[in-house]
């Protein structure tokens, strides 16, 4: 998981991390572990993610299923 694109991507909806996890419908310390790569996003949220920021496949695939 790209972590520096994600994040870049939740700035850019301006919205704070605290305030988007609210968005996703997790706490703060759940998106935390899932952006360190402690634990990992599930298929639904990732579908959530998608569609809060508006991403393109490109960006899907970038962020979540890269090296």
């Known amino acids: ?3 520096n694109k994600l994040l870049g991507k939740i ?3 301006g ?4 305030q988007f996890a609210l968005e ?3 706490s703060l310390s759940a ?4 952006i ?3 634990t990992q996003f599930n298929r639904v949220e ?3 993610i998608c569609d ?6 490109e960006e899907l695939l970038e962020i979540f299923f890269s090296d």
Not at 15 to 18: F, H, K, Q, S, V
Not at 31 to 34: A, D, G, L, P
């Open 1 to 3: 998981m790209n972590k």
């Open 11 to 13: 700035k850019e909806h």
């Open 15 to 18: 919205t704070t991390l605290e």
């Open 24 to 26: 996703l419908g997790i």
């Open 31 to 34: 998106i935390r572990r899932k």
């Open 36 to 38: 360190n790569g402690s």
């Open 46 to 48: 990732i579908e959530k």
């Open 52 to 57: 809060l920021l508006n991403l393109t496949n």
